[in-house]
């Protein structure tokens, strides 16, 4: 996402945000919550549908609450599709929440707002994905050209704009005195999102090597991956990871 694209999107937001407000003084309603006044019919633990077209009303990011026969439960849009005759909402739990049971729905509430009554939006940050991949086994490079680091590939699906938070570790040594290995976390397309390098002085040397990368992205399937190089000789690692888990923004 360029800059404008950025700009626009806040612009968005924040006209949704005046809008929520707005609605919320014409409701002379406080809370932030807004009354459905629909049927929401339980398909899935993480979905619900609607009857007709609604991705007018409802969209990713907004919160709801509803009951299954106790206290209200809180949940964050993460995605909305319609497919005639029903609109599907996916959701993931916030405030503590939990995933839908397989019964009936009853007073249902949606907001728009940054804050509405129950919700605070630091703990609202629910995570979306998250993969990891780790080895034991020792490998060895000897090329001074950026490769892949063997096993070290990870693939998360992010269903809407998020944040992702990518770690990387690994045991590293070289059997050249003096030389440098390179850790690199990168995108499918070898786009260097981070880069830690070590400089090794003995054979016998190990170095923890940790690096780390967050940024936000927008809804795709995204594979990221290690790779490392040697400004000389031979470098080798044991034991390493990596995870890579994406939030809601």
Same mark, same amino acid.
Not at 142 to 171: G, K, R
């Given at each position: 996402?360029?800059? =404008?694209?950025?700009?626009?999107?806040?612009?968005?937001? =924040?006209?949704?945000?005046?809008?929520?407000?707005?609605?919320?003084?014409? /409701?002379?309603?406080?809370?932030?919550?807004?009354?459905?006044?629909?049927?929401? %019919?339980?398909?899935?633990? %993480?979905?619900?549908?609607?009857?007709?077209?609604?991705?007018?009303?409802? /969209?990713?990011?907004?919160?709801?609450? =509803?009951?299954?026969?106790?206290?209200?439960?809180?949940? /964050?849009?993460?995605? +909305?599709?319609?497919?005639?005759?029903?609109?599907?909402?996916? +959701?993931?739990?916030?405030?503590?929440?939990?995933?839908?049971?397989?019964?009936?729905?009853?007073?249902?509430?949606?907001?728009?707002?940054?804050?509405?009554?129950? +919700?605070?939006?630091?703990?609202?940050?629910?995570?979306?994905?998250?993969?990891?991949?780790?080895?034991?086994?020792?490998?060895?490079?000897?090329? %001074?050209?950026?490769?892949?680091?063997?096993?070290?590939?990870?693939?998360?699906?992010?269903?809407?704009?998020?944040?992702?938070?990518?770690?990387?570790?690994?045991?590293?040594?070289?059997?050249?005195?003096?030389?440098?290995?390179?850790?690199?976390?990168?995108?499918?397309?070898?786009?260097?999102?981070?880069?830690?390098? @070590?400089?090794?002085?003995?054979?016998? @040397?190990?170095?923890?090597?940790?690096?780390?990368?967050?940024?936000?992205?927008?809804?795709? @399937?995204?594979?990221?991956?290690?790779?490392? @190089?040697?400004?000389?000789?031979?470098?080798?690692?044991?034991?390493?990871? +990596?995870?890579?888990?994406?939030?809601?923004?």
């Amino acid at each position: 996402m360029n800059a =404008l694209e950025r700009m626009v999107r806040e612009q968005e937001s =924040l006209a949704r945000r005046i809008r929520a407000i707005e609605t919320r003084i014409q /409701q002379n309603d406080p809370s932030g919550w807004v009354a459905a006044g629909e049927t929401w %019919t339980y398909a899935s633990s %993480t979905t619900f549908t609607i009857d007709g077209d609604q991705t007018d009303r409802y /969209q990713t990011g907004d919160y709801l609450k =509803l009951k299954q026969g106790g206290a209200f439960l809180h949940y /964050q849009v993460t995605e +909305i599709s319609y497919s005639s005759p029903n609109t599907t909402v996916t +959701i993931v739990p916030v405030a503590g929440g939990s995933a839908l049971a397989n019964a009936a729905i009853t007073d249902s509430y949606y907001s728009k707002a940054y804050s509405p009554q129950g +919700i605070s939006p630091e703990a609202t940050a629910a995570v979306l994905d998250y993969k990891s991949a780790t080895a034991t086994d020792g490998t060895s490079t000897n090329s %001074t050209e950026m490769v892949d680091l063997d096993s070290m590939s990870v693939s998360i699906t992010v269903s809407q704009d998020a944040l992702v938070l990518i770690i990387a570790h690994a045991n590293m040594r070289t059997d050249t005195q003096g030389a440098w290995i390179r850790l690199v976390i990168t995108d499918s397309d070898n786009n260097e999102l981070s880069v830690r390098g @070590n400089r090794q002085t003995a054979v016998a @040397n190990n170095s923890e090597t940790v690096t780390t990368v967050a940024f936000q992205a927008i809804s795709a @399937n995204k594979t990221y991956k290690l790779r490392w @190089n040697v400004s000389a000789g031979t470098g080798t690692t044991g034991n390493r990871a +990596i995870w890579a888990v994406a939030f809601t923004r």
